[in-house]
């Protein structure tokens, strides 16, 4: 876990900063840009853009990768995941409904005619506008995960480690 926290501090130094620092909007900022950009775009998103449903396979490595890495192993961190919870759950819904949008991106292009088109082309076209409609949904829903993320670590296990 001590290995964990390193890399963390040394990827996101400004998140790590305005996390320590109380600096609630700022945190939520930083979590959602970091969550929509590399959780869900790079991660999930862009593999999809290339490899058929390869962002729904990254999205399942990284799902059971979450469970390994958070998995409450002590009591400490058993205490810790109860106010995190619904972190990992609003977070990780973003991150299905990306997984989704993926799915969906290359369903047309295998049947076409699933999405009302009748070539390969226009149906992986229309799986892309299908995918920004989705990603409204993701990203109202990493917004609201970041606020909460950031009121959990600011103000909660904050005020728990005082």
Do not use: C
């Not at 961190?77 to 290359?106: C, D, K, N, R």
């Amino acid at each position: 876990m001590e290995e964990l926290r390193e890399t963390f501090l040394t990827t996101y130094p400004s998140v790590v900063e305005a996390y320590t620092g109380g600096d609630f909007l700022l945190a939520s900022a930083l979590t959602f840009s970091v969550n929509l950009a590399l959780g869900s775009f790079v991660s999930i998103t862009a593999p999809s853009l290339v490899i058929p449903f390869g962002g729904v396979a990254v999205g399942l490595v990284r799902a059971a990768l979450w469970g390994l890495v958070l998995a409450p192993t002590t009591l400490g961190m058993a205490l810790a995941m109860i106010p995190h919870s619904l972190t990992l759950v609003l977070e990780g819904q973003g991150y299905i409904l990306a997984m989704f949008a993926a799915y969906i991106q290359w369903k047309g292009v295998f049947k076409p005619k699933s999405v009302g088109e009748e070539g390969r082309r226009k149906a992986y076209l229309a799986g892309l506008r299908k995918t920004g409609q989705l990603y409204l949904l993701v990203v109202a829903i990493l917004a609201v995960s970041a606020l909460y993320e950031a009121f959990e670590v600011i103000y909660i296990i904050g005020r728990l480690g005082r």
